[in-house]
């Protein structure tokens, strides 16, 4: 787990000639092949020199530890006052801490950092990723040189992964998108042929061989549209074409566009229209149908 921090409690300042001392910090190891490490940079109020130690913990005992205190060796001359000034610990595998995160650490954490950009990652991609990106935030807590070498190499690496997630993503996404227009395409010509009878969404599902449910949020997912409203729109545009170069009635219109109820889907597609246009052939304000469909309200 490498990169969290864990709260350790006292942070003493001594005069012990040579050895400083921590107190009240704890882990839980849960597999025998966890190593812990504990860093600790003390600052000599005297040289300011900041002295840099690590101490590694192999659990050989019990699978879990609380330890009360430990003992670090300063570089410091005795007598010389030293400070904690900070403690950070890290892991060498991922979930050995139990424990819940403020909103602070999990700034370190990839957890949160990963899924907000691939929301959409496997459970092993989101580990192989947060592996690589604990790494990173190890190699740099400590700026030398051959631990620059490793960030570079982990960054390229990390990069290199979440690259190939969204390659792989995107080929997953154009795939869908082929998918789907092989049957909006389907649909379209269907509904071109069939627009004059009782054609249903069901119908139309049977059809392909998909279920219902699977095609009405596919289509409206795909066009922005429900499938009703696509067939309303074929029919509007059927019954206009019809009412501008034909002398069917509205009646006869409604009808030969697939509408059941004659007269308030008559009514209904004179309106619409009528609202667009100021003058329809055939169709106009003299005419015995336009007033009786006026004159009656919509269904």
């Known amino acids: 787990m490498y990169g969290y921090k864990v709260s350790f409690e006292g942070f003493p300042k001594t005069i012990v000639a040579c050895e400083t001392t921590v107190t ?7 597999h025998p092949d966890n190593m812990l490490e504990i860093s600790i940079s003390k600052a000599d109020s005297i040289t300011k020199v900041w002295c840099n130690q690590k101490t590694v913990f192999r659990k050989v005992h019990a699978l879990s530890c609380t330890t009360a ?8 001359e005795p007598e010389t006052e030293v400070s904690i000034t900070s403690v950070i ?6 979930n050995v801490v139990k424990k819940e995160f403020e909103p602070e650490d999990a700034n370190d954490s990839s957890l949160l ?16 990723c947060n592996i690589l990106l604990h790494k990173y935030i190890h190699y740099n807590t400590e700026k030398s040189a051959s631990n ?20 792989k993503q995107l080929s997953k996404e154009k795939e869908a998108y082929l998918y789907n227009q092989y049957y909006i395409k389907k649909v379209h010509s269907i509904v ?20 219902g449910g699977y095609f009405s949020s596919m289509y409206k997912r795909a066009t922005g549209k429900t499938f009703s409203e696509y067939l309303l729109m074929t ?7 019809l009412l501008k170069n034909s002398d069917f009635s509205t009646s006869k219109i409604a009808t030969a566009v697939g509408f059941e109820n004659d007269r308030s889907c008559s009514k209904m597609i004179l309106l619409q229209l009528l609202y667009f246009y100021s003058f329809v052939p055939n169709v106009n304000s003299d005419s015995s ?11």
């Open 69 to 76: 205190e430990q003992n670090f060796f300063s570089y410091s």
């Open 89 to 94: 610990v890290t892991f060498d595998k991922l």
């Open 192 to 211: 071109q042929k069939k627009y004059h009878t009782k054609l249903t969404a069901s119908e139309i599902a049977r059809e392909l061989g998909i279920s």
């Open 289 to 299: 149908a336009y007033t009786v469909l006026l004159s009656e309200p919509l269904v």
């Open 148 to 167: 620059k070498l490793m960030c570079c190499s982990v960054l390229y690496e990390l990069l290199s992964k979440i690259d190939a997630i969204v390659r």
């Open 113 to 128: 950092l990963l899924p907000a950009f691939l929301p959409d990652l496997s459970e092993q991609e989101l580990n192989e």
């Open 24 to 30: 009240n910090y704890s882990w839980e190891n849960i």
């Open 235 to 241: 029919r509007m545009a059927k019954a206009e074409e």
